[in-house]
């Protein structure tokens, strides 16, 4: 892959707080990792050296960065090939697999255990998951008995206990003896969402409680019971769910992460899910993780959402909960932020790349940069058509109908994260998240407990007071943050504003209204705006969280507050915006308008440039001046193009520079403000830009010929089309074609016509289009809108001929296919399942639209 500003393998150093460094590998940002990585499945870890080192070369062959490794349940028919977790056979075929990545440039992690959540051989009583239960009046410990769920051979047992310490170096000493002693390491290890059902305790629980709380928690029984929210019991609750939350953090994330390290691996951890502080978990990480599950219901006009997934049962992915992941690693100078990407997002064997982009786009705008496909499984190369295939994942593997044309998203991601990963959030606001008032409310999961996760924010985020403000300064414009109680502890304060330990800058600490709020932490706002942050409160909290000495910690919570609001850089505020407005915070109005936006600065050799991504997520914006917080000559650059141009500068009526920003549904780009001198447009060139600069569409009147090449079943029928239309339209058997069909037109220029380009929009295509003129390449429209330009050189007079070439889902094959075939379901544990999770059934699916469907539109660019 070509870049304009990386030549070769660039190799950055994200210096963060080096404290914080010095105890874990560094992290490098590469080539490799501006790749997008992905899930690959062993299933049964029924793998061997030559089907590896094959799918390996096509991963990289296609642009893939790297792999990560999950052993899972195997596959019926091939138990004698499978192999047991971590004996020595797996570890000489993992060493195997991470040798050939070296030799091919593809990074491996993996999973430290198999299935989720982490557990298995070895966990007994002592060790395992456990849940409090009452007897005879006081608080015993009794087993969850929760299996590791989808394991792998070898992988079977108890989930293990995460709030133990104890339980964690056991159940990390069965890799000291095997994985750690390999020469052959992988980049990283990971740990799955937190999917612990129902634990609740740890033995050692009511120790900790008292020395944690002050007092003993059988005393208080009668309120730890009591679910009605009387203010005895929102303490008692409050405390009981702080202590699990730093049990959690220090038995688990801390523990397995110093493991990691002293290992000599990175850690990739997905906090969410957990009924702890998401903002400390996600910190502990070398490589904070979130997940994109599910579609974002985006009203991006032709943009499919699969009617089957129920958004009940499931959620939808939610920027708010992805930038818990980006927060921790902003504040901390993590040059990484990961997601688990494209989980159910539609139904097996329907997912369009079109309806990945914006998930990955929206992605990018919440502070992701180092995208995980969710995902690939290992399939032997003589396994017949789907192959292998694992229950919950869209397949982007070498048997899925978008494989040829995933280096095109590939490409676009490589693109993307090579700006993202080698600059640094710009962020100017930094919002309190006030857990404790989360911890007033009845919970809602299994065990009586909150656990964070991030299909259903609108249960437990966007109802509190700080979720709805977050969503409003998103809708202002506002680039932000979150901290925690303890992540403030570590700020300090610069003549730039408040300086976090990685080295992120905030020109404001904005506190939202909170009922319950530690008097510890008031106490360090207190220290931080005598040394001069700015800090607002959207009113100040009359009570502290807790039971133990409540009334005298609340009173200081009362008189800090009353001391804090004295001070200078401090406001205490009815109307939050209108304070940051006051206090000149930088705002990115056109936000308003629908777009989605990431603020950083650019460092290398383009230090002192303010980057945006925008993307354009919505369906109200198309093209407008818009007015950057930044100043200075603007360009823009197009990640699907890899072009860049400047953009053009007029005055605003408020004196500020303003740029022409055309920006359809479903598109996004980079803008670049640098310290060179605008490009000032005239009048005539203002007006040009204002009417699109568009002539009129020159009309294709003749006929389509199309023909059915290469696909499932094969087929070779050619049709005359007075008009597009799909082509399963076209015969029975058409109905059940997946491949590539070829659409042929030919037409004229109008007379007198000389303009520098044309634009081909393509309309409705199902699902990808690789276009040619005249004989001459002109592009591949993947993603929406489905928009290619053409220079004018590429047309003649008369007699252009236009080839498309157009490739479709693999579900209508599988209509056909799962009738002929059912014995490809043939896999343990949950085998195959549709987006209902009910037993998986093609055959009654109706045929999809297929092909060019149009309209399509030719128009000159003046």
């Known amino acids: 892959m070509k870049h304009s500003f990386i030549a070769g393998l660039l190799l950055v150093f ?62 019926k028919g091939y138990e004698n090939q499978f192999i047991p977790f971590l ?19 593809v990074g491996v992690d993996l999973t430290t255990g198999t299935g989720w959540p982490f557990g298995g051989p070895g966990i007994t009583t002592p060790t395992a998951a456990k849940v409090w239960k009452v007897e005879n009046g006081k608080l015993i410990t009794a087993l969850t008995n929760q299996q590791v769920k ?21 159940y990390l000493q069965r890799f000291d003896s095997t994985l750690n002693r390999l020469p052959e390491k992988p980049r990283a290890v990971y740990n799955d969402s937190y999917e612990v059902y129902g634990a609740n305790w740890t033995d050692n629980f009511l120790t900790e409680f008292r020395t944690r709380r002050g007092y003993d928690l059988n005393s208080q029984l009668a309120a730890l019971l009591d679910t009605s929210q009387t203010p005895e019991s929102i303490l008692i609750h409050q405390d009981y769910h702080q202590t699990l939350s730093e049990l959690l953090h220090d038995g688990f994330a801390t523990t397995w992460g110093n493991w990691a390290s002293k290992a000599g691996y990175l850690s990739r951890n997905q906090a969410h899910g957990s009924p702890g ?34 958004v ?119 919002v309190y998240f006030p857990i404790h008032d989360l911890w007033a409310t009845r919970a809602k999961s299994a065990g009586g407990i909150h656990q964070l996760e991030v299909h259903h924010v609108e249960q437990w985020l966007l109802p509190q007071p700080f979720g709805q403000l977050c969503e409003q300064l998103t809708q202002h414009g506002y680039s932000f943050d979150y901290v925690s109680d303890e992540l403030l502890k570590r700020l300090t304060v610069t003549k730039q504003g408040v300086r976090s330990p990685g080295g992120a800058t905030y020109q404001v600490i ?61 406001t205490v505020s009815t109307d939050v915006f209108h304070s940051l407005a006051q206090l000149g915070i930088r705002v990115e ?27 354009n997520l919505g369906n109200r914006f198309h093209q407008n001046w818009i007015t950057l917080a930044a100043t200075g000559r603007v360009s823009r650059y197009n990640p699907l193009t890899n072009q860049t141009e400047v953009l053009p500068v007029r005055t605003g009526q408020n004196g500020r520079n303003e740029v022409f920003l055309q920006l359809e549904p479903g598109q996004s780009c980079f803008l670049n403000a640098s310290s060179g001198t605008p490009v000032f447009a005239d009048a005539a060139t203002q007006k040009r830009l204002e009417t699109r600069a568009e ?25 005359t089309l007075p008009s597009l239309t799909s082509w399963t339209s076209l015969s029975d058997s058409a109905s059940y074609f997946s491949g590539t069909a070829r659409y042929t037109t030919t037409f004229d220029l109008p007379a007198g016509t000389n303009p520098s380009a044309y634009k081909l929009e393509l309309g409705d295509v199902r699902e990808v289009a690789d276009v040619r003129l005249n004989g001459q390449p002109v592009g591949i429209a993947w993603c929406i809108p489905f928009q290619l330009l053409i220079p004018a050189s590429l047309l003649k007079p008369t007699g252009n001929r236009l080839e498309i070439d157009v490739t479709n889902l693999s579900a209508n094959y599988m209509r056909l296919y799962d009738r002929q075939n059912p014995g490809w379901k043939k896999f343990y544990d949950i085998n195959i399942v549709d987006i209902r999770y009910r037993p998986f059934d093609a055959t009654r699916w109706e045929a999809m639209p297929s092909g060019l469907l149009g309209p399509i539109k030719l128009t000159r660019m003046e």
């Open 14 to 75: 994200l210096a963060g707080n080096l404290a914080d460094l010095k105890a874990q590998p560094k992290l490098l940002v590469t080539s490799q990792t501006a790749k997008p990585w992905t899930y690959w499945w062993w299933m049964g870890s029924a793998v061997n050296e030559a089907d590896i080192t094959h799918q390996l070369e096509q991963f990289a062959q296609a642009g893939l960065g790297g792999v990560h490794i999950i052993p899972i349940y195997g596959v």
């Open 695 to 719: 002539g009129q569409p020159i009309e294709l009147k003749n006929p389509w010929q199309i023909q059915l090449l290469n696909g499932r079943p094969a087929l070779t029928a050619t049709a």
């Open 150 to 170: 989808r394991p792998a051979p070898g992988g079977q047992g108890l989930v293990v206990d995460y709030f133990s310490k104890q339980a964690i170096q056991y």
């Open 87 to 105: 004996s020595d056979r797996w570890l000489a075929v993992f060493a195997h697999t991470v040798r050939e990545g070296k030799r091919l440039g």
């Open 589 to 615: 109005p056109w936000a308003s308008e629908g777009l989605s936006f990431i603020r950083k600065q650019r460092t290398g050799l383009s230090k002192g440039t303010t980057q945006y991504f925008i993307t």
């Open 312 to 430: 009940d049962r499931f959620g939808t992915p939610n920027p708010l909960a992805m930038k818990f992941a980006s927060s921790a690693a902003h504040l901390l100078g993590k040059p990484l932020i990961s997601s688990e990407t494209g989980t159910w997002l539609a139904n097996h064997f329907q997912v369009s790349l079109s309806q990945v982009k914006p998930q990955v786009d929206e992605l990018f705008s919440a502070g992701i940069n180092h995208i995980f496909y969710h995902g690939i499984p290992y399939s032997p190369q003589a396994e017949a058509w789907p192959g292998w295939v694992f229950y919950a994942s869209t397949n982007y593997g070498p048997s899925s109908h978008f494989w040829p044309h995933l280096p095109q998203l590939n490409q676009y991601i490589e693109r993307c994260q090579s700006r993202l990963q080698t600059s640094k959030p710009d962020n100017d606001v930094l």
């Open 510 to 570: 904005l506190v939202p209204h909170s009922t319950y709020f530690p008097e510890t932490t008031l106490r360090q706002l207190e220290r931080l705006a005598r040394l001069g942050a700015r800090i607002v409160f959207n009113g100040l909290p009359q009570q502290a969280p807790g039971f133990h000495n409540h009334k005298t910690r609340s009173a200081d919570v009362i008189q800090l507050g009353n001391a804090l609001k004295q001070l200078k850089t401090v």
């Open 277 to 310: 502080n998401l903002l400390d978990l996600y910190a502990q990480a070398s490589i904070p993780e979130t997940e994109s599950f599910g579609s974002s219901r985006f009203p991006i006009p032709g943009l499919r959402v699969d009617a089957n997934y129920e």
